[in-house]
């Protein structure tokens, strides 16, 4: 739902032309029915009409949301659009996209009308902001495992924007790079990868690393995870200052590894049990205000080290969406297993109905699951497969509360 540098968006949009809105695709006709989709852009934050010509694009999914066409156009000077000769079709999923200040928003995502030859969709755009003062991390989750060549940390960032504007271009970072939000990382990190692995989105420089997605309003709106690699030694210590108000940081070690955490602030350990099996001793910090720094030692060797060493392919998560709704003292945490490269390609998992009342929270999270495997492989864009996330991870905290802690 954003673009900035997002390059195959931008790609897009250099092939959009200002010739009339038409039904030029590629999808065949059958027997289904063709209308008009047509609607308007407003200005949440104004609660207007966005006047002037914005580039719109209709996108056409099947229920797996496989693409299945796409047409291009522009909206009129009050604001209003139109794409005529649409072929409608009930098994067909229907949004509207356009790109307001560099950000790119969706309307809902709907099925194609059984009974109309019309269908009207509303974009909802945001006025942009600069301004950090809204933004907080709410959860912040560090998982340290012992391998052949150090510790490999993976850290889990759900982020929060509390305002009425998307952020963006809030930071400057390596050579006068515009960025979100700018994060910490231990100088001698080493093997730093990101997911989801957006194009050009995360910015790596000497000691952190910098988001370049706009960060749109709503709690939890974002999460995405880094993981890396650090030398290890007895006593070593992990150090990190907060670049805004965090809520909750939570430390997990496997529970058998023979090393412990230690750090003024830090609760007892806690054990906790995986649903793939794995044992854990949890640790949590309360909130971190912006600057202030939290440190951790690592007490004890380990008694056995993974063989593995970390690389891109061997990522153990993909994380920032698929809620387990796992409760831990309070404080909410979400992410998921990755399996093996085999498992993901035998994963076939049916798409529900966001509209049925007869979904379980576990077809939700099999739902995001879908979503980030079918992203990983290049089926879906990477703006579609965060509105799509967002809508379900926002589905199940109104539906499934108690799974939030």
Same mark, same amino acid.
């Given at each position: ?6 390059? #195959? ?10 010739? =009339? ?9 059958? &027997? /289904? ?37 796409? *047409?291009?156009?522009?909206?009129? /000077? ?11 079709? =009930? ?8 790109? %307001? ?9 709907? =099925? ?37 060549d150090g510790i490999e940390t993976t850290e889990i960032y ?23 939000? $700018? ?12 997911? =989801?692995?957006?194009?050009?989105? %995360? ?10 997605? #706009? ?5 939890? $709106? ?13 006593? !070593? ?24 955490? +230690? ?15 794995? $044992? ?48 831990? /003292? ?12 085999? *498992? ?11 509209? $049925? &009342? ?8 099999? *739902? ?8 990983? !492989?290049?089926?879906?864009? +990477?703006?579609?497969? !965060? !509105? ?7 589905? /199940? ?9």
């Amino acid at each position: 739902m954003k673009k900035y540098v997002l390059l #195959p968006w931008l790609v897009l949009a250099l092939l959009w032309t200002a010739s =009339p809105v038409s039904a030029q695709t590629d999808l065949p006709p059958g &027997e /289904a029915a063709e209308g008009v989709v047509f609607g308007k852009i407003i200005n949440q934050n104004m609660g207007d009409l966005v006047t002037g010509s914005l580039d719109v694009m209709l996108h056409i999914w099947d229920q797996q949301y496989s693409d299945l066409g796409m *047409e291009h156009g522009k909206s009129a /000077a009050d604001g209003t659009f139109k794409f005529s000769n649409v072929v409608f079709d =009930p098994q067909r999923q229907y949004t509207v996209m356009t790109t %307001f200040q560099n950000v790119t928003y969706f309307s809902d995502t709907v =099925p194609g009308p059984a009974a109309s030859d019309e269908l009207e969709l509303t974009v909802p755009v945001i006025e942009t902001t600069g301004d950090l003062a809204a933004v907080q991390i709410d959860q912040l989750h560090l998982l340290f495992d012992f391998v052949e060549d150090g510790i490999e940390t993976t850290e889990i960032y759900v982020l929060s924007n509390l305002g009425e504007r998307t952020v963006k271009e809030a930071v400057t970072v390596g050579d006068g790079e515009p960025a979100t939000l $700018s994060f910490p990382l231990p100088t001698d990190a080493d093997f730093i990868f990101f997911q =989801p692995e957006g194009q050009d989105r %995360f910015i790596k420089f000497s000691g952190g690393f910098a988001d370049t997605y #706009p960060l749109l309003p709503g709690e939890s $709106s974002e999460q995405f995870s880094v993981q890396y690699l650090v030398p290890f030694s007895s006593g !070593r210590t992990y150090t990190y200052t907060a670049p805004v108000n965090a809520q909750a940081i939570n430390f997990l070690l496997p529970a058998d590894s023979g090393v412990t955490l +230690g750090g003024d602030g830090l609760s007892a350990p806690q054990p906790y049990a995986l649903q793939n099996g794995s $044992s854990y001793q949890f640790y949590s910090y309360g909130s971190l205000s912006k600057g202030e720094t939290i440190k951790v030692s690592f007490k004890g060797r380990p008694k056995a080290l993974s063989s593995k060493t970390v690389n891109n392919s061997t990522l153990p998560l993909a994380v920032g969406g698929v809620i387990l709704g796992l409760t831990m /003292a309070g404080v909410g945490f979400w992410w998921w297993r990755r399996p093996d490269e085999q *498992e993901i390609t035998d994963i076939d998992i049916e798409t529900i109905d966001m509209c $049925s &009342e007869n979904y379980t929270f576990d077809d939700i999270v099999a *739902e995001i699951v879908r979503l980030d495997e079918a992203y990983e !492989r290049g089926m879906i864009e +990477g703006e579609e497969h !965060r !509105r799509q996330r967002r809508e379900w991870l926002l589905e /199940a905290k109104r539906n499934f509360p108690e799974k939030f802690g």
